[in-house]
């Protein structure tokens, strides 16, 4: 569908997309339907993904991972689960892999690494990370979850919500309050895991889309985490999190153009079939500038999400650019959402075409990683410094 080359990929990532494909079309869209009704995707098609090698591939080999460090491979892994239509996949397996596990790799203890890492490659054990709140979302700030020192552990306090892979996690990277006098500097970052006494989960939400993601709080009552599973240094939590939170919206960037991808893939097909006025929808203009419109925005979102991932593996992506590519591509989701919908007409609206709970998956994209409104002010930060 798309004129221009993708000049960042070899042949080597080519047949890396192959595999990730034909992995996607075997073991995930003929369960997503099944995964929307549960809320939640399957325990089994974790250990299935672990097992084919599709998570973690960053970790080092000795812990069971490929010590793949191209981030190539992992926006294919990205983009094919957004084309394939399955959103709450799309959302939650690479939150494991991309969001959930830097934050262990690069800040964790040798013990926390030997304990968690092996199990997330493996897909025994799920990862998420709970930063919101109920009383605090982007402006994190004001958290007020609480780790309190206690000589060999700290005692953790306080609630999490809208947390993906909450209800099915087995290990979470939670932002804590160590020293609620310092602000930011008062912020720490430590894993607790399920088997830590005093650690529950809420029934997963309601949501009006990502129907397949298991999203819940989480509660925390008098939870002793070991002194070894703080991630880095006490206090340095939003340093960390402010660290990987580029490389969080970038993948959030890459899902919504290759979700936008797929509803324009649905919609051709559909406005090649569907009659009116004895022609097919395809053969109207509106139709056709509405078509061409998308592809054009869709392709140049494309192109400049290619651009940040060549720069990531550089090491050059910075806050404001993922910022930017957070923003505009979430934004450019949602409009290709409501188009498609309208050129649909009213089975655009049935939630038995792709297109509905694309719609619906759509919406949320703006709000989590950090609202648009915020991206826009990290942006200006930039701007004007």
Request: some cysteine.
């Amino acid at each position: 569908m798309y004129g221009l080359p993708r000049t960042i990929f070899s042949s080597e990532h080519d047949l890396y997309r192959d595999s990730v494909r034909d992995f996607i079309a075997k073991e995930i869209t003929p369960n997503n339907a099944e995964w929307e009704n549960n809320k939640m995707v399957s325990r089994e098609s974790w250990q299935k993904l672990g097992a084919n090698g599709f998570l973690g591939i960053q970790a080092p080999e000795k812990f069971g991972g490929m010590n793949i460090q191209d981030f190539r491979f992992n926006a294919i892994f990205i983009e094919e689960l957004g084309l394939s239509g399955c959103s709450g996949p799309a959302i939650g397996y690479p939150l494991h892999s991309d969001i959930v596990m830097p934050y262990i790799l690069h800040y964790g203890t040798d013990s926390a690494l030997e304990k968690y890492i092996p199990k997330m490659v493996s897909g025994e054990f799920i990862g998420a990370v709970a930063m919101t709140e109920p009383g605090a979302g982007s402006d994190l700030q004001g958290i007020r979850a609480s780790a309190v020192d206690r000589g060999d552990h700290y005692l953790v306090n306080g609630s999490k919500t809208f947390i993906t892979n909450g209800y099915l996690c087995d290990v979470v990277v939670v932002a804590v309050k160590t020293d609620p006098t310092l602000g930011a500097k008062g912020i720490s970052l430590m894993i607790v895991d399920k088997d830590m006494p005093g650690f529950t989960k809420g029934k997963p939400f309601a949501k009006v889309g990502l129907h397949a993601q298991d999203t819940c709080e989480l509660f925390f009552e008098d939870v002793e985490v070991p002194k070894e599973n703080l991630l880095g240094k006490e206090g340095e939590g939003f340093k960390y999190l402010m660290t990987e939170l580029a490389q969080e919206r970038l993948v959030v960037s890459l899902a919504a153009v290759a979700l936008g991808e797929y509803m324009l893939q649905s919609t051709v097909q559909y406005v090649k079939e569907r009659k009116a006025f004895n022609k097919t929808i395809s053969e109207f203009q509106n139709t056709r500038f509405k078509l061409a419109e998308m592809c054009a925005a869709l392709e140049q979102g494309r192109i400049y999400c290619d651009q940040l991932v060549h720069l990531h593996n550089e090491g050059q992506l910075d806050s404001a650019m993922a910022s930017a590519a957070k923003y505009n591509m979430t934004e450019l989701q949602c409009k290709v959402a409501d188009e498609c919908v309208q050129l649909h007409g009213g089975y655009g609206y049935m939630w038995e075409f792709g297109v509905a709970r694309a719609y619906a998956d759509a919406r949320v994209q703006r709000i989590y990683a950090g609202t648009n409104e915020i991206m826009k002010e990290l942006i200006a930060r930039k701007i004007l410094k």
